[in-house]
């Protein structure tokens, strides 16, 4: 019943409120031995993260009254002293009664009035009790050698296995509807059977995939509690980034197949879908951008008339997410390039990279004031003539040359790098006369899309980059010269394979 420091780290940097305002109102007395005058915090878990809900002082005895007009949602709370030390509880019920003292918080914690944290509690001090009894036939297993001596200590580990979960099955069994008894259910690893080959060696795949779509078996994803008990947050990072391979559509397919279990509606559903999309629009990993335009499309987004399924969200960041979602939907790994054709330095030839003759394409925007890409480019242009030509690729390099400033440095910076691969940009020139007239050079030269390139390939920021194959289509973002060429090469092969 005891958080880690790390997970008041949040307790510690900020104070939101996550009570809803028809929580039910609880008593929660808590007597703490040596606090008296002192501060003490209540804090309750969202996610696997702790946050103030709210805050009393000690009076002369050590005892503290949280009794919020507000209430508090049904969760593990952890209470806070000096220290800081805590410990943790159930609210479930509408008494809570607890004693404590500062000797040692966690050891002589004693439930005075609530059925959810006695049992919880004699279950965790069960857990402790086993887990040193476990320890120790660890410790002789280690320094055992002899293999009969060995082959009886695991016998007694497999007996200490069988006590816990026989405790576990038998208290969710007698207490099913407790908080209490979720949080143990949640704990519990399905048992699953063995799958083997026809040759009777283990099949490792499919024990994955068994493992994989049970996953979630002692989980009640309907139970708004539990977005408030670490141990679901736990359990779906350990899935989502662990047990998932982080390829998109899988991460698409099984985040479906996870939120429909939530009815979409509740507190779960809504942890999901925003913890989803957060993860994927933050992901370091290419490729989690398909990620997010997916969970935008299909959760916050309206659809064919129809609106989206957030309901949460204030109406302006849920336009601008919209926004950023249709930005990004034609830019994903696997889609077609859209059709980009401009002008080179002269101003008089149209280049677009689809007639280019090389297999791949790796496509810059820049600008030649653009401090990050003048040291950028040149370190391209390395990896360029040392690697790209013998693995047919070619470089689409795509400046802001708008005015007469920015045109003189853009040749003067292709001059002085020796950037021998193909220069295009939107002109002075053509800038110019397009805003006049765009029908000079739609669709006779060029496009729209290609001459409002920023939008169209959402380049608010420089330098950006794009890898095509031979089909145009994305292959990867913002990576290196090295990491390109690196690509390429896994590309191949594959293809061979």
């Known amino acids: 019943m005891r958080g880690t420091l790390v997970a008041l780290l949040p307790l510690l940097c900020t104070t939101p409120v996550l009570q809803a305002q028809d929580a039910p109102v609880r008593d929660i007395e808590v007597t703490i031995t040596g606090t008296a005058k002192d501060t003490i915090y209540l804090a309750n878990y969202y996610g696997n993260k702790l ?37 943790e509880m159930i609210v479930n019920e509408p008494t809570i009664r607890m004693t404590s003292d500062t000797v040692d918080l966690v050891g002589h914690l004693a439930v005075k009035t609530s059925k959810e944290n006695q ?13 040193k009894e476990s320890d120790a036939i660890k410790a002789q297993l280690d320094a055992q050698k002899d293999p009969l001596a060995r082959s009886g200590l695991r016998g007694q580990l497999e007996g200490l296995d069988k006590a816990v979960r026989k405790y576990q099955n038998d208290l969710v069994a007698a207490q099913p509807d407790l ?15 063995e799958i083997r080959k026809p040759d009777g060696s283990l099949d490792s795949a499919a024990q994955y995939y068994q493992y994989r779509d049970h996953f979630w078996d002692n989980f009640d994803l309907t139970d708004e509690r539990i977005v408030r008990v670490p141990v679901f947050a736990n359990k779906f990072d350990e899935f989502y980034t662990k047990t998932l391979p982080q390829v998109p559509d899988t991460l698409t397919a099984q985040a479906d197949r996870l939120i429909a279990r ?55 960041k849920l336009t601008k997410l919209c926004e950023r979602v249709q930005k990004q939907a034609p830019l994903v790994i696997g889609r077609k390039a859209p059709y980009l054709c401009l002008t080179d330095t002269t101003e008089q030839k149209w280049i677009n990279f689809y007639d280019l003759p090389q297999e791949y394409v790796m496509i810059i925007f820049w600008d030649p004031h653009c401090g990050h890409c003048k040291k950028e480019l040149p370190e391209i242009a390395k990896v360029y003539k040392e690697k790209f030509n013998q693995l047919d690729i070619e470089v689409f390099c795509v400046a802001k040359a708008v005015d007469s400033t920015l ?33 000079k050079f739609i669709p006779k030269l060029t496009t729209i899309e290609s001459l409002n390139y920023a939008d169209t390939y959402d380049v608010y920021s420089t330098p950006k980059v794009f890898l095509v194959d031979g089909e145009r289509k994305f292959r990867g973002k913002q990576l290196s010269a090295d990491q390109i060429a690196d690509l390429v090469e896994q590309l191949r092969k594959r293809k061979k394979s």
Not at 67 to 83: E, F, H, L
Not at 266 to 295: P, Q, R
Not at 407 to 435: P, Y
Request: net charge neutral; aromatic share 14%.
């Open 119 to 131: 049992v919880f509690l004699d279950y965790i001090r069960f857990l402790n009790e086993k887990k």
């Open 407 to 439: 045109m003189k440095d853009w040749k003067a910076f292709i001059r002085e790098h020796d950037l021998d691969w193909v220069n295009v940009g939107l002109t002075q020139h053509v800038f110019e006369e397009a805003k006049k007239d765009p029908r």
């Open 262 to 316: 939530t009815k979409d509606k509740g507190e779960v559903f809504k942890y999901l879908v925003n913890t989803i999309t957060h993860k994927a629009e933050t992901s370091d990993i290419m490729g989690m951008d398909a990620v997010f335009v997916h969970m935008g499309q299909t959760y916050y987004c309206p659809t064919n008339g129809q609106p989206g399924r957030v309901d949460w969200m204030p109406e302006d």
């Open 51 to 87: 946050y103030y809900a709210d805050t009393a002082i000690a009076d002369s005895k050590g005892r503290v009254v949280f009794k919020s007009p507000k209430g508090y949602k049904a969760g593990v709370y952890a209470v806070v002293i000096p220290g800081p030390k805590f410990f």
């Open 179 to 193: 908080l209490a008894a979720a949080l143990v259910r949640m704990s519990i690893s399905p048992e699953l059977p």
